[in-house]
């Protein structure tokens, strides 16, 4: 099957990272602490919301690389990696419905974990579609046009659920209905747009588990670059998911703004604007000038923007300074997954770029154990809010380091 080249081609092959990013994106830092507010203290509320997607990051970091495995080896008709992306859709819908109209903090729990699975179950195979369908010579453009997609869903998102959450987060209807509309419309494109050869290979019936087996079997030795990228992504996204997850709570506390849902939005909103253009360019950059360059460029500049954040006293200020680090994320964002696809070894691409989710979701878990510490160090010093500023702190420390360990990634010679 002939290999996708046009930009028409590459746009709708890369649809559906639309409905996840807005998903994502309006869940992790409006909707669940809005709604989280509603059934826990105040003083423990970076504690629970920690936990929580803590709790379902873990599941996340283990469901999307196994997903992406067995879609390697998928038999159908219809290719390995659209069935599985159409079946965690649907349960998309179940797990968002029981989240927004469960009621209690029990069914939000269920709700959210329950959504970690099924929507992974969709991401893992998805991932492999760029390096199963898109020419070798333009993965830094798909790439491109990926985090493109990831980013302007995430402005949408953030202007949308700010907008069509209320403040005190009671009422989750309408913007669990805009999910759900949003998730199953971006994945209908994909699926239908995007055509896989039928896929039958190896006969599931006496011997699936020894496939599967097979499958999961990783020469840790020969890829050895792949792994270092991964520390890399992992050490990166610890530093950002961190504050993302306590955005909201830090305007609340230190700034007190009058609507923190709102201001969250409309901040995460306008700082994007720089990453969406940074990763726009940053797959261009990426072609041209080798995808570890940009990678550096971006811990750095990542780096400095989280230092400037803190001195931020006013929400216009964090706009300001923000954008520096909204630039670092998306040069990262993009060239991280040029170079991933890059390294990936044939035919098990699937598999290995569901583990890139060990970076992903597993330093998003990670960075959610900031929460206790931010409430204790919070509690111990009364008013001086040291909880935050070890945040951004930590989130400086840990994208700066990250630049080091692309020392170890070896890119392969064509």
């Known amino acids: 099957m002939k290999k996708l080249t046009t930009f028409r081609e590459m746009l709708v092959l890369n649809t559906y990272w639309i409905g996840l990013s807005f998903k994502w994106n309006a869940l992790h830092p409006i909707i669940l602490p809005a709604l989280l507010l509603n059934y826990v203290p105040d003083i423990q ?24 495995a067995i879609s390697d080896g998928w038999v159908s008709r219809w290719g390995r990696r659209r069935p599985l992306l159409v079946i965690g859709t649907l349960f998309d819908v179940i797990f968002l419905m029981i989240l927004g109209w ?47 997609m990831d980013m302007t869903a995430l402005i949408i998102a953030s202007l949308a659920a700010g907008r069509l959450l209320d403040p005190n987060g009671k009422d989750a209807s309408l913007i669990i209905l805009v999910l759900i509309g949003v998730v199953l419309a971006s994945a209908a494109v994909t699926v239908i747009g995007t055509a896989e050869e039928p896929a039958t290979g190896r006969q599931r019936v006496g011997s699936y588990l020894a496939d599967l087996r097979d499958q999961f079997r990783i020469d840790f030795h020969a890829n ?14 610890l530093g950002i998911y961190g504050v993302q997850a306590f955005a909201q709570y830090y305007l609340r506390d230190v700034l007190k703004v009058e609507n923190p849902v709102k201001t969250t939005g409309d ?24 995808a570890k360059r940009i990678l550096y460029a971006a811990s750095f500049l990542a ?34 997954w040029a170079l991933s696809n890059q390294l990936a070894p044939v035919g098990e691409v699937g598999k290995y770029l569901g583990l890139t989710n060990l970076a992903t979701a597993g330093s998003g878990a990670l960075a959610r154990l900031e929460g206790p510490l ?10 001086l809010w040291l909880g935050y500023l070890g945040m951004f702190a930590f989130g400086a420390f840990c994208t700066l380091l990250s630049a080091f360990l692309l020392n170890r990634v070896k890119i392969k010679e064509n």
């Open 45 to 68: 509320k970076n504690t629970y919301l920690g936990i929580f997607t803590f709790v379902g990051l873990v599941v996340a970091t283990i469901v999307q690389p196994l997903a992406g």
């Open 102 to 148: 469960g009621g209690g903090l029990m069914w939000i729990f269920i709700g959210y974990v329950g959504l970690q699975i099924s929507s992974n179950m969709g991401q893992g195979p998805a991932q492999g579609l760029l390096p199963d369908r898109v020419a070798a010579d333009k993965t830094g453009t798909a790439s491109g046009i990926k985090t493109f």
């Open 224 to 237: 050895s670059s792949y792994w270092w990228l991964i520390a890399q992504r992992g050490l990166f996204l």
């Open 267 to 290: 901040l995460l909103a306008a700082l994007t604007v720089a990453l969406v253009v940074l990763a726009v360019t940053g797959g261009w950059l990426a072609d041209r000038f080798g």
């Open 303 to 336: 780096s400095f923007g989280f230092v400037l954040l803190w001195l931020a006293k006013k929400p216009e200020m964090l706009v300001l300074y923000g954008s520096v680090l909204g630039a670092g994320i998306g040069l990262f964002l993009t060239a991280s």
């Open 374 to 383: 931010i409430d204790g160090l919070n509690a111990a010093y009364p008013g």
